[in-house]
């Protein structure tokens, strides 16, 4: 419903609910901690992106984000899949990768920048919903940690060749000495991308200028070279489809372009163009130097290989560029130190934007699951440890592998998001805009869930070789191609029913600034909704946090009733009354267990068969054992979990309803007594009116009097002389009877 008190909104109803909510909620102050609170450690992570904070000129939001294009693991990919598949499929994959990511990469940009949002808030509103982006929110910050892992092992690579430092200690250092560097977020992380860029551009080109003077025929070799594969001297399209697998991984980056775009200011006619160029060039725009750095990973790869060092030293950047930068320095000493500064300034300025990236993820995955934040630097750090832990699993080793089951997942919700703004949208499939806010989304979108749920499943069953070889190696654009066609598809068979679960007020000022009745913080009406179990407006990062309406404002909206809804579909009546009882919430969580547990075990059986398996082949059929035993063992304990998580769940439902009905007993009772008083204080106002004076009696005379009397009793002695029937008798009494009530003054 609207609120007439709060400025700037329309007379739009919002729902067509009673003016009172049934049960009021006691307001009590949120009071975030000073990390939470300071917005420039914050950068609000979990909001919109107000006006006033996008500051920045357009040139220095560019130069941030295009920071991140540093990650040394584009040379990385592009001498693995060089020497994999060679020099020919290797360029026409990279060019693939380049095409598709950067298509993808515009719209996504477009509408961050516009609407100010991050990865996470783009992705509720284009067809994924409320609780349906956690999903995403999981993929995106297992991107950040998976890049941030690879980048710190590089950079502990080079601090082991270098200083001899265990590698272990080279991880925790890689690794642990960005957290300082990301606490105050983008005010931070701009000003040291600012500094190192120049320093980085240069050391990064210095190589190359070397090896074209000195030997200007490599690229005429590079282009014959074949790799260690005996088909790689000419084009495959196996395996060009699988050196694609491995580049495609690098899709989720576009989020971490645009954790630092919704920073942009606000497209004016007098900053379009520059507006534009720079969202083109720091968004979709960093695939293009990508590509480059790839390709001149694929040359560095070369040189190495030609050195006759192992293969695990050809697609290591560290050996690759001091490679490099011997061409540069003679002193085989310099070029070392050169090298492990070139890395050092790489890694340090890439995983700064990774961790940042990733602190926002995890804020928005658990700030739904937990409803608490306790600020975006816990986050960073939970990420950098998810990180170490990677580090020392050794994940560098399967990187190709790792990458390439991936690229399925993240290709299909890139491709889920892009498919509803420039094909859903357009077409009048999804509204317009993109709306984040808990208070007007579904908890989930089958659009876009469904469209990345059922691409990634054909595209992981293709991976697994289920499909032949030739879908083995194109499964990426399998996904791809199933998720653009699904989306819409979905969309048109729900009506973009699930999209808003009650309409949107419309702002006509929506740069105005309004206070948050729980926080009492003020905040721009974008980032506002009007509560009905609160009475007011509440901000957007209150409402995402707060546990005690039950969305309220949206019943319908809520995952148990859609399950609930899902189930009743395609059950049988008889079996609806169960539902109620626990057995829908009990599927729902044993749904949620199998997907879990699944993947984690199938991922670590993927990491030990990729490793462990290379040398002994006849030990992973104990190992696949094992694991389906575990997998087992943890799918029981699951399911006596979430029994006792059923039975919690129902006896607080029992209460809470309980305290519901009580309440609006309550209610309807001080109701009640609030009319009675009302009542009573009229009657109480109506006797103590001033009395109006009484007009002045005229006097009856004494001849009136006799008058009156003589006309009585000539009527008196005129019925006596009559004679009557009893009933004429009675009549007649009436005048007797009102002569008697006269009264002489």
């Not at 901690?33 to 950068?43: G, H, I, K, L, Q």
Request: glycine share 6%; hydrophobic share 50%; aromatic share 12%.
């Amino acid at each position: 419903m609207s609120n007439p008190s709060v400025t700037g909104f329309t007379t739009e109803p919002e729902t067509p609910t009673r003016a009172e909510p049934i049960q009021r909620i006691v307001k009590i102050r949120r009071d975030y901690n000073s990390w939470v609170a300071t917005e420039t450690m914050e950068d609000y992570a979990l909001r919109y992106t107000p006006r006033a904070f996008r500051k920045w000129s357009i040139l220095r939001v560019s130069n941030t984000a295009l920071g991140a294009i540093s990650f040394l693991v584009l040379e990385a990919i592009g001498g693995t899949i060089t020497i994999n598949y060679g020099f020919q499929n290797a360029l026409w994959a990279i060019m693939a990768v380049g095409l598709i990511i950067f298509l993808t990469g515009v719209p996504i940009s477009y509408y961050a920048a516009k609407y100010g949002l991050d990865m996470d808030l783009l992705t509720r509103g284009a067809g994924f919903g409320y609780i349906g982006s956690t999903i995403s929110s999981f993929i995106y910050a297992s991107f950040t940690f998976i890049l941030f892992s690879l980048e710190a092992a590089i950079m502990g690579y080079a601090l082991e060749l270098y200083f001899h430092l265990p590698l272990y200690l080279g991880y925790l250092v890689s690794a642990l000495i960005v957290i300082p560097l990301v606490t105050h977020g983008v005010t931070l992380i701009s000003r040291i991308q600012m500094i190192t860029q120049p320093l980085w551009i240069a050391l990064m080109l210095l190589p190359f200028f070397a090896i074209f003077k000195m030997d200007p025929g490599v690229i005429d070799r590079l282009s014959h070279f074949a790799g260690i594969s005996p088909e790689g001297g000419h084009f495959n399209w196996v395996m060009f489809g699988a050196a694609t697998a491995v580049g495609v991984a690098l899709i989720p980056q576009i989020g971490e372009q645009v954790d630092f775009l919704r920073c942009m200011p606000m497209r004016n006619k007098e900053n379009y163009w520059r507006w534009n160029l720079g969202v083109l060039m720091a968004g979709p725009g960093w695939v293009v130097l990508g590509m480059l750095k790839m390709l001149a990973g694929a040359l560095l790869a070369y040189l190495v290989f030609n050195r006759d060092m192992p293969l695990s030293s050809a697609v290591n950047p560290t050996h690759m560029y001091w490679i490099g930068f011997e061409h540069v320095f003679s002193n085989h000493h310099v070029a070392l130190a050169v090298t492990a500064l070139f890395v050092c300034v790489s890694q340090l300025k890439v995983n700064m934007t990774n961790a940042y990236a990733g602190s926002l993820a995890w804020s928005n995955f658990f700030a739904r699951l937990t409803h608490s934040h306790p600020g975006r630097i816990v986050w960073v750090a939970f990420n950098v440890m998810i990180a170490i832990v990677l580090m020392e699993l050794n994940v560098f080793q399967a990187l190709e592998e790792i990458l390439g089951l991936y690229a399925n997942v993240a290709i299909a919700w890139i491709a889920a998001v892009v498919a509803d703004l420039v094909i859903n949208k357009p077409l009048g499939l999804s509204p317009k805009g993109i709306e984040f806010r808990r208070a007007y989304l579904y908890d989930i979108n089958p659009v876009g869930v469904g469209a990345m749920f059922i691409a990634s499943a054909v595209s992981i069953a293709a991976y697994t070789g289920a499909m032949g070889v030739v879908a083995q190696s194109f499964s990426t654009f399998i996904s791809l191609i199933t998720a653009l066609v699904m989306s819409p598809l979905i969309a048109w068979w729900t009506q973009g029913k699930y999209y808003l679960a009650r309409p949107r007020p419309k702002y006509l000022q929506p740069t105005k600034t309004q206070r948050c009745v729980i926080c009492e913080r003020e905040y721009e009406m974008n980032d506002m909704a009007h509560c009905p179990a609160y009475g007011g407006a509440i901000c957007s990062l209150c409402c995402c946090l707060d546990a005690r309406c039950h969305d309220a404002c949206k019943p319908q909206a809520r995952l148990s009733a859609q399950w609930e809804a899902l189930n009743k579909r395609f059950l049988p009546q008889r079996l609806w009354p169960h539902l109620n009882g626990g057995v829908a919430h009990f599927l729902l969580l044993m749904v949620i267990a199998v997907v879990l547990f699944g993947a984690t075990i199938g991922l670590i059986y993927l990491h030990d068969a990729l490793t462990i398996g290379r040398e002994y082949p006849e030990l992973m059929r104990h190992f696949r054992l094992g694991y389906l035993k575990i997998f087992v063992a943890l799918l029981f304990l699951g399911g006596i979990v979430a029994w006792w998580l059923v039975l919690t769940s129902a006896s607080r439902r029992v209460a809470q309803e309980e305290s519901n009905r009580q309440t609006g007993l309550l209610l309807e009772e001080i109701e009640s007594h609030k009319k009675t008083d009302a009542q009573l204080q009229r009657r109480a106002d109506w006797r103590k009116r001033p009395t109006r004076p009484r007009a002045a009696t005229v006097p009856v005379s004494a001849m009136s009097c006799a008058r009156r009397s003589t006309v009585f009793w000539a009527m008196h002695s005129c019925s006596l002389t009559m004679p009557a029937s009893p009933s004429t008798a009675s009549r007649r009494l009436k005048p007797s009877a009102a002569a008697a009530s006269i009264s002489c003054h």
